[in-house]
């Protein structure tokens, strides 16, 4: 089933583009689509398609995870992690 995965977290809109270099331009297995965005605050707000969420969580826990930390550093000793709104999806349409 797929999911629709939004996040919001710290980040300038640099250090997300840094993200993105980090990761190349090759589409994670299981994306459907990816659309991020400044949310104000000095956030950044993500809302990606992905086939299920078995291959978000590889993704997010593999190749995004340790871009992240390249390009950020280690999250602080006890640091939650930013909220992630997992739905799924009732219909999925690409133009």
């Known amino acids: 089933m797929a999911v629709i995965v939004i996040q919001e977290f710290e980040a300038t809109t640099d250090q997300y583009d840094q993200v ?3 990761l190349g331009g090759e589409v994670p297995d ?3 689509a990816h659309a991020g965005g400044e949310s104000g605050g000095g956030k950044m707000k993500t809302v ?3 086939e299920s969420n078995e ?8 190749r995004l995870m340790a871009a992240v930390v390249e ?8 640091a939650e992690p930013p909220p ?4 799924e999806a009732r219909d999925v349409m690409t133009g």
């Not at 390009?71 to 006890?78: A, F, K, L, R």
């Open 48 to 50: 990606d398609i992905w």
């Open 55 to 62: 291959k978000w969580e590889s993704f997010l826990n593999g």
């Open 84 to 87: 992630v709104e997992v739905l």
């Open 30 to 32: 299981g994306l459907i």
């Open 20 to 22: 993105n270099e980090k």
């Open 71 to 78: 390009v950020m550093g280690p999250p602080p000793e006890g």
